[in-house]
Structure formats: structure tokens, C-alpha cells
């Protein structure tokens, strides 16, 4: 079946220094969605991407879908501590609605 | 928009209880809803799909008899797990999506579920 890997499994940074996680699938993705939990919540929606090459931009996140819509990644510029969390990679196997995720990326900011 | 609430947030009980969840969408329909458990510092593992009026579509490896999924209405589903035991424990998110394909899914705020 398929499968999303996601690298790396930790990152710490000290405050004001860039963050990245990328994020492989095993098979095309029609789309690729990206969500962040907090410590003691629940994920929350972040961006989608289609397109084959998609980048889209929120503030300091940068999110790019790759050309043959295989990997994405997330990059986060000047981290804060308010970026703390673990950031969770999801695509959808086939038309069923379901997302697959992966194992997530978890960011340790130092103020 | 795109509010789920998820009830309760901790449950903590003895071992042969059955525990109910809830799912709810409060501002949309939700013809689809989704079941996960989440071990502390893991991923989320999709358990099931919830499918308003009809049978639950249980991932591989779901005991279905133990976890038991009712999605009667279009903005409530809801996860019982029957008989539980202390390896039942864990934290469970539901997730719903608005009509159409590719949407995102909006997660409840989970529940904690410790057995003793």
C-alpha cells in the first residue's frame, strides 16, 4: 500500500534560524496536505497543493509539491518559538477521502 | 467554519468497560468522517471511515467487533470501544471533511482513554 515517509523525525533550532521537513511518497499523489499539532492538541490544517511543481506561501512557510507530485516540503524561515510542533505530511491513496500521513517532523525552537 | 467537536476529552475507567466517543460536525455535513489513534510521539493511524448510513470501512488490522463505529447522522459519528483494556489506551481523533473530493479534514480535539 502506500506509504509517506517524512524526514526528519526531530529538528531543533535555535530562534531566527530556517527549518525544513520533507516529505516522500510511495506512489503519485493527486494532492499532498500538510498539518501542524501542538504539543497536547489535535492537527490542524495548514495548506493543500495540487499542482505538479506547486508552491505556495504562508508568512515565514514555504511549501512546495514536487514535479512529479511525489514529495513536498515545508520550509519555515526565521523560526519562532510559536512554531513549535510537529508537522504532519498527508496524501490521499486513490479517490476515497482518506489521508495516509506521515510520520511527522517535530520542531524544538530555542529562544 | 469547519468546527468538530469531539466528546469526551478524558476518559479514565476499569478494565470490561465500554467507552462511546463522539464526533460532531457543528457547521457543515460531514457524509464522511475518519477514526484515529495516536501513540504519545507517533503518528496518526487511521483506523476507520465512517460513513454516514451505511458500514464503517476498517483499516487492516482493526478488529471491527472491538471498535465499534455508528454514523447516523450527517454531522455525528460515533467510536465505541467495546470491552476495553489497558492496551485499548490511547488517544483517538476523529476528522471530518465538507462535501467533495480532496477536502481538508478538520479534527476534534481528541480523547484520552486510559484504562486501569
Excluded at chain 1, 49 to 67: A, D, H, N, P, W
Excluded at chain 2, 32 to 38: E, G, L, N, V
Amino acid at each position: 500500500g502506500q506509504q509517506v515517509m517524512q524526514i526528519p523525525q526531530y529538528q531543533h533550532v535555535q530562534e531566527g534560524e530556517d527549518f525544513t521537513t520533507y516529505c516522500n511518497s510511495s506512489t503519485t499523489l493527486s494532492n499532498i496536505q500538510w498539518y501542524k499539532q501542538r504539543p497536547g492538541g489535535h492537527p490542524v490544517f495548514l495548506i493543500q497543493l495540487v499542482k505538479s511543481g506547486e508552491v505556495k506561501k504562508q508568512k515565514r512557510l514555504t511549501f512546495q509539491f514536487g514535479e512529479a507530485k511525489k514529495n513536498s516540503s515545508l520550509h519555515i524561515t526565521a523560526t519562532q518559538t510559536t512554531d513549535v510542533g510537529t508537522y504532519f505530511c498527508a496524501g490521499p491513496p486513490g479517490n476515497t477521502g482518506k489521508l495516509i500521513f506521515g510520520q511527522g517532523t517535530t520542531l524544538q525552537v530555542k529562544p | 467554519g469547519a468546527v468538530v467537536s469531539q466528546h469526551p476529552s478524558w476518559v479514565i475507567c476499569k478494565s470490561g468497560t465500554s467507552v462511546k466517543i463522539e464526533c460532531r460536525s457543528l457547521d457543515f455535513q460531514a457524509t464522511t468522517m475518519f477514526w484515529y489513534r495516536q501513540f504519545p510521539k507517533q503518528s496518526l493511524m487511521l483506523m476507520a471511515t465512517s460513513n454516514e448510513g451505511s458500514k464503517a470501512t476498517y483499516e487492516q488490522g482493526v478488529e471491527k467487533d472491538k471498535f465499534l463505529i455508528n454514523h447516523a447522522s450527517l454531522t455525528l459519528s460515533t467510536l465505541t470501544v467495546t470491552s476495553a483494556h489497558p492496551e485499548d489506551s490511547s488517544f483517538y481523533i476523529c476528522s471530518a471533511s465538507e462535501v467533495g473530493l480532496s477536502q481538508p479534514q478538520h479534527f476534534g480535539d481528541g480523547t484520552r482513554l486510559s484504562i486501569l
